[in-house]
């Protein structure tokens, strides 16, 4: 497969921070990060004897700098006519601004790079297995749009969606998931969708897998009662947001 040059550099740059990168065999893990050498010195034209540890840590800060909302409201972002016009070389607000105002930094980062999947296969599972136990430990809610992500990921049918092995069905486990689902519409407009008709193909999709009508139906309940649970939004009932007569005069 091909990726814009920029997010591959992001992304091993994540493997990186996460520690993921730690985890892998030293063979896999020099290979990213010759790889990361590569593209950080093609994106942003560094020089061979540029430090490439110094580079690294100043692009993980750059990157974290990112989303720093008083760093760039300090710079007038977008504008950032505020921001300091020489930084030093290869610091993290150098970085930083080269990727936000640089063409020649955006362009050679949109460059394709091609990636060798069968090569990347123990960086993928270690990542998947590090991002699973992380929503496992802080109970979170993943959100399921069987339309949008069948067009999206080419998932070729329902049937196959990855919510039925986040989540599975089988005698033991589907009444206590692993994991909490929402099942969503996404965008209906653009995918002509309902929330109702998401409910319909995944409860064919599930008959399709020879699962009995209850045991589908008791799966998309659970599912409701997942989004019910995971819901930010505030009630219209006035005592739940200012509380009542009695409680507000103490």
Known sequence: ??????????????????????????TVSQRLMDEFWRLARNIYALRDETNRDHALQMLRQARRLRHDPTLLANW????????????????????????????????????????????????????????????????LTIEANPTSNLLIAELGAIDHHPMLHLAPLSCRRWLTPRYRIALCDDDPLTFAT?????????????????????????????????????????????????????????
């Not at 091909?2 to 990186?16: C, F």
């Not at 009508?213 to 995971?230: E, G, H, I, K, N």
């Open 1 to 26: 497969m091909y990726q814009p040059a920029e997010e591959r550099l992001e992304d091993i740059l994540w493997l990186w921070e996460s520690g993921v990168l730690g985890q892998l065999s030293q």
């Open 76 to 139: 007038n972002y977008p504008e950032l006519n505020l921001a300091p016009e020489r930084p030093a070389e290869h610091s993290a607000a150098d970085f930083l601004l080269r990727y936000l105002k640089d063409d020649a930094v955006w362009r050679r980062g949109q460059e394709p790079v091609e990636l060798e999947m069968r090569a990347e296969r123990e960086a993928i599972e270690r990542a998947q297995h590090m991002v699973q136990c992380k929503v496992r430990e802080l109970d």
């Open 194 to 250: 309902t929330l109702l008709d998401e409910y319909r193909y995944t409860y064919f999709a599930l008959r399709r897998r020879g699962y009995t009508p209850d045991t589908a139906m008791s799966w998309l309940r659970q599912r409701r009662q997942d989004a019910m649970d995971a819901a930010f939004t505030v009630s219209d009932r006035g005592s739940s947001i200012c509380g009542t007569a009695s409680e507000q005069r103490s």
